[in-house]
DNA sequence: TACACTGGCAACCACGTGTTACAAGCCCCC
DNA sequence: GGGGGCTTGTAACACGTGGTTGCCAGTGTA
């Protein structure tokens, strides 16, 4: 088996296929075609099928792809097969509403620690979870060999609780604030930006 | 003026320049080199100079762009200079995390209305707004030129809202949920893909 | 004055993607 | 059983975009 990085577009194309079938696979579907898969991604049907041709053979003519097997196969692929330990800081309501979502679940990741630094909220349960002091990050980052660090802390507070994370060990920070964040060159910082993505689409709906 | 649409890739990176001007000014700098902005987009700084130039000489050789000029200019470019108004539907965490967030009102979107279908949430304040009936989101939109509508709810609730929005007339909706969204096809859908932006990383970080 | 830094260009090249076209396989309906 | 409509798999081609390199022109600083 060739070792070949893919490219950063395939990669990222072959993610959000992933995203679409896990949620067609919620609605009952079973099977799948290039073409709407296409609808959901606005990505080319063509584009599709030679990304997905590229690693074997997995759909069937004039039937489309079996979503649970389509599935397996792009796990494979991403290497991302298994089940990820990812940690959350910041127990407000943002950090809430995505440790009760089942988002993060649907595709292999596991919320093993929330944390916070407010001493109001550590203790509380926030789903099944209870939320832990800041100070313990160290260990449970250790511990269950968490690579993934999820900040949903106000801007203020967000380039201490990153330097928490790279202190704890993470290597990927997903920023939900808009803050930016400064870390180590072998931490890689990705932000949420819904509003980047409006602004882009009002651009051209606006022609 | 012509009227030459710019190319989905230029139009991305300069939504994503704006973002982090607009934190870059947050923070108090009244400068910022194309290098830095750079390390904060992973864009090539290069392709900065070159995005930019393409409109005007907007930097200062040896210094860098000044923030506030360059906000603006790239506004003008964008055409979203003036203030827009959207509407929130959802009212529950991640809603009121929304609501209550300054990300929306930084670039420009004033949040004309916030709506959820549950009659124990209607009437209930969340940051400065009061929740409306969903019953009434077509007068608000209409009164307020909405074109923008923000999708806040759980997933079982998605389509519904967003026929709602639809049928009130809004064409860009910003799906915070994981479902998948049928549209006219004059009406886009954009998703919130936090995870399969990590999904993303992650690949690229175990090699 | 000398130097380091930065933007503005230009030229070239490699890569990815859109497009078109077509054969092969599968399903359903007649 | 046969025909027609879908859908995948694949090839070939053209185009656009972005990466790269190199250099010059201003700016601020030592």
Same mark, same amino acid.
């Given at each position: 088996m060739e070792s070949d990085r893919l490219t950063v577009g395939v990669a990222a194309r072959l993610s959000r296929y !992933?995203?679409? !079938?896990t949620q067609a696979k919620k609605m009952g579907r079973d099977s799948i075609?290039?073409? *709407?898969? &296409? *609808?959901?991604?606005? $990505?080319?049907?063509?584009?599709?099928?030679? #990304? !997905?041709? &590229? @690693?074997?053979? @997995?759909?069937?003519? &004039?039937?489309?792809?079996?979503? #649970?097997f389509l599935i397996t196969e792009i796990r494979k692929i991403l290497r991302t097969s298994g089940q990820h330990n990812i940690v959350l800081i910041g127990a407000g309501r943002l950090g809430s509403a995505i440790a009760s979502s089942s988002t993060f679940a649907d595709h292999g990741f596991n919320i093993a620690g929330v944390f916070d630094s407010d001493p109001a909220k550590v203790g509380s349960e926030i789903g #099944?979870?209870?939320v832990q002091d800041v100070a313990d990050l160290v260990a449970a980052v250790r511990e269950r060999?968490?690579?993934?660090?999820?900040?949903?802390? /106000? *801007? &203020?507070?967000?380039? *201490?609780?990153a330097d928490a994370l790279v202190g704890a060990g993470v290597k990927i920070i997903f920023n939900y604030s808009d803050a930016l964040i400064d870390t180590p060159?072998? $931490?890689?910082?990705?932000?949420?930006? /819904?509003?980047v993505e409006i602004l882009h689409a009002l651009y051209f709906h606006l022609t």
């Amino acid at each position: 088996m060739e070792s070949d990085r893919l490219t950063v577009g395939v990669a990222a194309r072959l993610s959000r296929y !992933l995203q679409v !079938l896990t949620q067609a696979k919620k609605m009952g579907r079973d099977s799948i075609s290039s073409q *709407e898969i &296409g *609808e959901y991604t606005n $990505v080319n049907a063509t584009q599709i099928r030679r #990304d !997905l041709s &590229g @690693f074997g053979k @997995f759909g069937k003519r &004039g039937v489309g792809y079996n979503i #649970d097997f389509l599935i397996t196969e792009i796990r494979k692929i991403l290497r991302t097969s298994g089940q990820h330990n990812i940690v959350l800081i910041g127990a407000g309501r943002l950090g809430s509403a995505i440790a009760s979502s089942s988002t993060f679940a649907d595709h292999g990741f596991n919320i093993a620690g929330v944390f916070d630094s407010d001493p109001a909220k550590v203790g509380s349960e926030i789903g #099944d979870k209870h939320v832990q002091d800041v100070a313990d990050l160290v260990a449970a980052v250790r511990e269950r060999n968490v690579i993934v660090g999820v900040l949903a802390v /106000p *801007e &203020g507070a967000a380039q *201490e609780a990153a330097d928490a994370l790279v202190g704890a060990g993470v290597k990927i920070i997903f920023n939900y604030s808009d803050a930016l964040i400064d870390t180590p060159a072998d $931490v890689t910082v990705h932000r949420s930006s /819904p509003v980047v993505e409006i602004l882009h689409a009002l651009y051209f709906h606006l022609t």
